[in-house]
């Protein structure tokens, strides 16, 4: 039985809004082919769902909407327009639209392609917390169609606030807008996906792949360098359970890189070295941050005599703007500089066995939601609980509520 909630057309981004190299978001990659055949008969319900949404951070479609989109980003903050507008010409150097959307919009086919392959016929419907469409009026459509409880699908994959408990708060918050409106809805999420098998075989198969076609075979002149994107060390140092050991980001990270180089290192039967840098540091200069930076990173490894790096953007989902800036345009513009022969990893974006991964995780916590018995896989590390445990990853500014959440 088809459900009654509508999905907006399904779309292929054109070629120009692609992310140059990457395959495209609706056809499987070469390494995880998808069976041709469609499941026979009636289609089926994802029981108890109604609904999917992928829920991402969001960002700007056009000039006008910049500065609206940056201010709700650092909402209380205290950040200066000054400051914004630094960040702003980003944005404008690429005519105010960020990558992002369209890239969500082709994740969220893909998931759909992706279910309506397993027989599903649960709509996915896309939403952003900072810009259009905005969490609380797609829920708000959800339940005016009939939807009483929904799954979301975030696309961040690691553990920390801004990461995972941030995006509990606005799913909150949207559930109290719609309550105070005299709405019920129920929303779940999947658990954070860093430690799921699926992300660490496509990174490490991204990798692999680049390592081969940088071209540089003496393993004494080349590095390679995994990015992500930088916090608080405070922020790391609360990020996990509250009754774990903190610094939950740092290391789920930590760990996968070093998996990355291991895996990719029997492949290619060499001896790989790597390290974990940051990129996007935001904030006053006074407040500590996760370092190093990956342009000081770059510096220091030319000083040492290397020649070639493989720079691997492990802390991002997709191609958005902290990739295409901070690194296709001032990291490659310092590699450039220092005489560094640089090849960037492509994200894990729309691949298909990382789609088929997050499907898999949709399943996952479809089954404990009907009180089945799951064995949740996690490689490299620890599986993530789909229900976070009480005081993880808390807000360090002020406390508020969280959806998906013990506490």
């Known amino acids: 039985m088809s459900s009654p909630i509508a999905e907006p057309p399904e779309q292929t981004p054109s070629p120009q809004q692609l992310p140059v190299g990457e395959p495209s978001p609706v056809e499987p990659t070469e390494s995880a082919p998808l069976p041709t055949t469609q499941p026979v008969g009636e289609s089926l319900a994802l029981e108890p769902y109604d609904a999917v949404v992928v829920l991402s951070f969001g960002g700007p479609e056009g000039m006008d909407e910049v500065m ?32 992002i959307n369209d890239q969500t919009r082709a994740l969220q086919q893909a998931i759909r392609t992706e279910l309506r392959r397993r027989g599903y016929s649960t709509p996915v419907l896309l939403a952003n917390r900072n810009s259009e ?18 799954l979301v699908v975030t696309t961040s994959a690691y553990s920390s606030y801004s990461s995972c408990r941030q995006y509990r708060e606005d799913i909150a918050a949207a559930l109290g807008e719609l309550a105070d409106e005299g709405r019920s809805l129920h929303v779940d999420k999947i658990r954070q996906y860093a430690t799921h098998p699926s992300f660490a075989r496509v990174n490490i198969r991204l ?38 050991e903190g610094n939950l980001y740092d290391h789920q990270h930590d760990e996968i890189a070093h998996v990355i180089l ?20 935001s904030g006053r200069p006074e407040q500590p941050w996760l370092e190093p930076d990956v342009n000081d990173h770059l510096r220091r490894l030319a000083a040492d005599g290397i020649t070639d790096v493989v720079v691997a953007p492990i802390g991002f989902v997709s191609d958005h703007m902290e990739v295409v800036h901070d690194l296709d345009t001032e ?22 066995e990382f789609v088929m991964g997050l499907v898999d995780l949709v399943e996952e916590r479809a089954a404990e939601a009907r009180g089945e018995r799951v064995d949740p896989l996690a490689w490299p590390g620890e599986a993530m609980p789909s229900i976070c445990a009480p005081g993880c990853c808390p807000n360090l500014r002020v406390a508020k509520p969280a959806a998906c959440g013990r506490d």
Do not use: K, W
Request: with cysteine.
């Open 331 to 352: 990291a490659a513009e310092t590699a450039a500089e220092v005489g560094l022969r640089m090849t960037r990893v492509p994200t894990v974006g729309t691949d298909a």
């Open 133 to 150: 469409p905005f969490l609380p009026d797609v829920l708000r459509g959800a339940q005016d169609a009939g939807a009483q409880r929904v």
């Open 207 to 244: 990798v692999t792949e680049a390592i081969r076609a940088c071209g540089q075979a003496d393993d004494d002149l080349l590095r390679v360098v995994f990015v992500t994107h930088s916090i608080p060390t405070a922020m790391d140092d609360t990020s996990g359970p509250g009754d774990g």
């Open 68 to 99: 609206p989109f940056l201010r709700r980003v650092t909402g209380g903050r205290g950040i200066p327009d000054e400051r914004l507008e630094e960040v702003a010409e980003h944005y404008y150097a690429r005519g105010g639209r960020s990558p």
């Open 262 to 281: 291991d895996e990719a290192g029997i492949t290619l039967d060499r001896n790989l070295s790597g390290a974990l840098v940051y990129c996007s540091r």
